[in-house]
């Protein structure tokens, strides 16, 4: 129904706009395109916006989960050449609680403090050691004390018992009594109740403890910063043999720091700023780090010292964290820029065919108006303001979509991304037309795939492209950058070889399929020949989503076996459950229980004696360990195989009284030589020859090694239980809790988990799969434009034949041929194009970091994790893209038994 205003306008004569007109003739493509655009658009201006998000949120864990005693930045001054006078006067409370006001204005930004876990007051940078001999002592080594009268204790601890401190008794040194308080874990490890006197080495003053307190917050940097002011640790000293004693704190009241001056601490003012991790982000890390560098050694640091006092010390390790992080970032970059670019890459061209696919369909209109005198700069500016007006909108509320999603973010590479993705979309249907009509005329020449010959302009771009991706190859190689464009450079380079390549085999296949007698065989070949050449542009996308999804599935698989293996390393099997001893065996009940756990397939109980020395070289006085394992071979060899590892050795059998054939390490067999050699361990002596040389079982994590039969050793206690298979990790635990005395358990899920922990590791795996899922899908989308921009012509064709008695399997059969071309070619040019792309990527991209994120890309030893290329993980994005495609074939040949054949027909004759 037209509109008074269209009324009037055609009474007056004036045409109807152009973009307006054509948007409503074609509704539902003009829909179509918006909607592809705006998909793109939004997921263009999310990507960098969800990166930078993954990047924030995983730098904020890393400051929140480094430990407070390296995190906080320590402000120190001891001062031991002051008169007494002037150490009590530099180390007055008052004096303290001013430098830490005065301190907090130094702080440059971005650094910031948080107030409510920083602490300030005054310690022992000495430990105190005890004189009373009935405070306990492992190893006859009394415990040892550090002392802090640290400002807040009352906010930050509550009263279990007694009271609070006073600082007026603690100050009266005539007294020689200060009044302290004590955690309730360092009064229930050292036997300290209320009323209970220290006493110290070096002075007469007792350290009365008045209450006992329970930390509020025990996690925090107030407590945290100095462990052991909250928790007692067991330390070992340095002699031989190290003996254990206790190292516990003693809280003083805020203002009794003077009264440590009586004793051999060596007081310390201190001041600890907790930094705040909430609202950092990746952008300013440069910054943050150029702020503490100051702080540490230079301008600031003049300032700390103004503030407190020259001689202050300042220390932290936070930007080591931090330095280690950005480390980590730049690792794990080219990853993500592997994924970003083939998926962006795919879905551009993407775009772009859907954009031909709407030229394709107006062909006839625009070899029309040029006909009648349609200028091509006049032509391209009605195509460029008719895409516009469906392009910008849409990737406008992309970007807002991307926005609202992730508000976190830069603005500036997300508007540039949706901006690029609205240029393509305005862009793409008039140089696809003007390229199309460049000559005015209603009849163009059918430009068959087998009759085209290049050429110069295109010889001389496709060089070009060759010269380009040369040298990003190449600079990608010398670590130059570039290396996220290997894989869609590489699939470019393919593309066109074999377009090149692709009409030659054509030719000669057409040949005998004419001279064949059956009808499908020579369709095929006739239909594939006759293609014109710009539907060559399918293949690049389809190479580009099989490469990038080859080259994807090989970076997660290597991520997962490297992470996997460094977990049987580390548990020594699927469970493991050891006594705590030198060769201390395992109770009795414990393997049948284990045997008994749900999950379980197979336990191989071994003796594990880690005490044995082995030369450095034949004959030299200085050892190093070595780790003797005794096995039943044939329990062993079924763990193993229970355990994926059959192809491990398993030790001969051996017979009491003579020499035992053993596998060994290299290191191993080359000091014991191929002769006899005597082995003592505290299962017994026992002579061994090195029969074969092999890697160390998981079980001792690439240590120096004998492998034996157990039953030629004189003690054969049970210390280890391998076990294989998913076993119930409740039911061990429970099993284990209730043995006595309690063995270790080991989970090689816990130790995997482990691997897995890193928040910037966790993000950058899903940001590429989900950028490998979106190139998949875009590659899906194109699979479907380019049945759909043959759909009318393969529709007629096939309804033709069927009137003339085409079978039905004979139809389906053309329609699954119609896509073999382009599907064979992407399914195994991707696969070889993926396997090179591996292969150039391996040495630039860092996986160890990617797998090991969470140990400082350091895995076990003798555990990497570098990218190779496997027949399963290339094969099967090269498979899903041939299964893609035959579906859509099958699915476009199910819609046509749907429709009415006689109008197709008369459609097609028409």
């Not at 530099?90 to 409510?116: C, H, N, Q, S, W």
């Not at 076993?727 to 988990?753: F, I, M, N, Q, S």
Request: glycine share 10%; with cysteine; proline share 6%.
């Amino acid at each position: 129904m037209t509109s008074a205003v269209e009324r009037a306008r055609r009474a007056a004569g004036v045409p109807a706009p152009w973009t307006r007109t054509r948007l409503r003739t074609a509704r539902g493509a003009s829909l179509a395109f918006a909607a592809l655009v705006l998909l793109t658009a939004f997921l263009a201006a999310y990507f960098p916006r969800a990166v930078r998000a993954n990047e924030d949120r995983a730098v904020r864990r890393a400051v929140a989960e480094t430990s407070p005693a390296r995190a906080v930045v320590d402000v120190g001054l001891i001062r031991p050449d002051l008169a007494p006078d002037e150490r009590a006067k530099t180390f007055d409370a008052g004096r303290v609680a001013a430098g830490y006001r005065a301190l907090l204005k130094t702080v440059p930004e971005p650094v910031r403090v948080d107030a409510g876990q920083s602490s300030y007051g005054v310690r022992t940078s000495k430990d105190l050691q005890a004189t009373d001999k009935d405070l306990p002592s492992p190893d006859a080594v009394l415990p040892r004390f550090t002392a802090a009268a640290q400002a807040g204790l009352e906010e930050h601890a509550r009263l279990a018992s007694g009271r609070w401190p006073r600082a007026k008794a603690a100050a009266s040194a005539e007294a020689g009594r200060v009044e302290v308080a004590v955690t309730g874990a360092t009064a229930q490890a050292l036997g300290l109740a209320v009323g209970r006197s220290v006493h110290v080495e070096g002075g007469e003053t007792a350290f009365v403890v008045v209450g006992i307190v329970e930390p509020r917050d025990p996690r925090g940097a107030w407590w945290s910063a100095e462990p052991q002011l909250r928790t007692p640790t067991m330390s070992a000293t340095s002699g031989r043999p190290p003996q254990k004693f206790w190292r516990a704190g003693l809280l003083l009241p805020p203002g009794a720091g003077a009264a440590l001056l009586d004793t051999l601490g060596q007081p310390e003012a201190y001041w600890r700023l907790a930094p705040r991790s909430e609202g950092l982000t990746a952008g300013v890390l440069p910054r943050y780090t150029a702020a503490l560098g100051s702080l540490k050694g230079g301008p600031d640091l003049l300032r700390v010292k103004k503030a407190v006092e020259a001689h202050a010390v300042v220390s932290t390790d936070l930007d080591q964290v931090i330095e280690a992080h950005r480390g980590l970032s730049r690792a794990l970059s080219p990853v993500v820029k592997v994924a970003a670019v083939g998926a962006g890459a795919v879905a551009a061209v993407t775009v772009a065919m859907a954009a031909g696919l709407s030229a394709g369909r107006r062909r006839e209109e625009f070899a029309l108006l040029r006909a009648r005198g349609a200028s091509l700069t006049g032509l391209g500016g009605r195509l460029l303001a008719e895409s516009a007006a469906l392009a910008v909108p849409a990737a406008g509320l992309g970007l807002l979509g991307a926005w609202a999603l992730e508000p976190a973010g830069p603005l500036g590479s997300s508007a540039l991304a949706a901006g690029a993705v609205a240029l393509l979309g305005c862009l793409a249907l008039p140089l696809r037309a003007l390229a199309s009509h460049r000559a005015a005329g209603v009849h163009q020449e059918r430009e068959d795939l087998v009759a085209a010959r290049p050429g110069r302009g295109r010889t001389v771009a496709e060089l070009t492209v060759l010269a380009v991706a040369l040298l990003v190859l190449f600079a990608s190689r010398r670590g130059n950058g570039g290396a996220g464009a290997v894989p869609v450079l590489l699939a470019l380079v393919a593309a066109l070889v074999l377009v090149r390549c692709y009409p030659l085999p054509l030719r000669w296949a057409a040949r005998g399929a004419g001279r064949s007698r059956g009808l499908t065989g020579f369709l095929f070949f006739a239909r594939a020949g006759r293609a014109a050449p710009s539907g060559t542009l399918p293949l690049f996308v389809l190479l580009i989503a099989v490469t990038t999804a080859g080259v994807g599935g090989a970076v997660l698989t290597d991520v997962a076996g490297a992470r996997d293996r460094a977990a049987l390393v580390t548990a020594g099997a699927d469970a493991r459950v050891s006594a705590t001893g030198a060769l201390a065996a395992l109770p009795r009940d414990v393997e049948r229980g284990v045997r008994k756990v749900a999950g379980v397939r197979d336990v191989a109980p071994v003796l594990i004696d880690q005490t044995v020395a082995l030369p450095v070289e034949s004959g030299a006085a200085s050892t190093r360990p070595l780790a003797l394992m005794a096995v039943d071979p044939s329990s062993y060899g079924s763990f193993l195989r229970a355990q994926g590892l059959g192809s491990a050795p398993v030790p001969p059998r051996a017979e009491r009284g003579g020499v035992v054939d053993v596998v060994a390490s290299a290191r191993v067999a080359k000091v014991f030589g191929s002769g006899p050699r005597e082995v003592s361990s505290l299962a017994g002596r026992v002579r061994v020859r090195v029969t074969r040389v092999a890697e160390a079982p998981p079980a001792l994590g690439g240590a120096d090694f004998l492998l034996m039969d157990r039953a030629a050793l004189d003690r054969r206690p049970t210390t280890d239980l391998l076990v294989a298979g998913e076993p119930d990790a409740k039911a061990l635990r429970k099993l284990v809790d209730g043995a006595e005395p309690r063995p270790a358990l080991r989970l090689r899920a816990d130790a995997r988990a482990a691997y897995a922990d890193s928040p910037l590791q966790a993000g950058v795996t899903r940001l590429f799969a989900a950028a490998v899922g979106a190139a998949a899908g875009y590659a899906l989308l194109a699979l479907l434009l380019h049945a759909q921009a043959g759909a009318a012509e393969r529709t007629a064709l096939l309804v033709r034949l069927r009137v003339l008695g085409l079978s039905r399997r004979g139809r389906r059969t053309l329609t699954l041929l119609d896509a073999l071309p382009q599907t064979v070619l992407a399914a195994g040019g991707g696969a070889l194009v993926g396997w090179g792309a591996i292969r150039l990527l391996a040495p630039v991209l860092d996986l160890e970091r990617l797998a090991f994120a969470s140990t400082d890309g350091r895995g076990p030893e003798g555990v990497t994790a570098s990218l190779h290329s496997g027949a399963e993980v290339l094969l099967l994005p090269a498979a899903g893209i041939a299964v893609l495609a035959a579906l859509v074939s099958l699915g476009q040949a199910w819609w046509l038994r749907r429709t009415k054949m006689i109008t197709e027909l008369r459609a097609g004759d028409a």
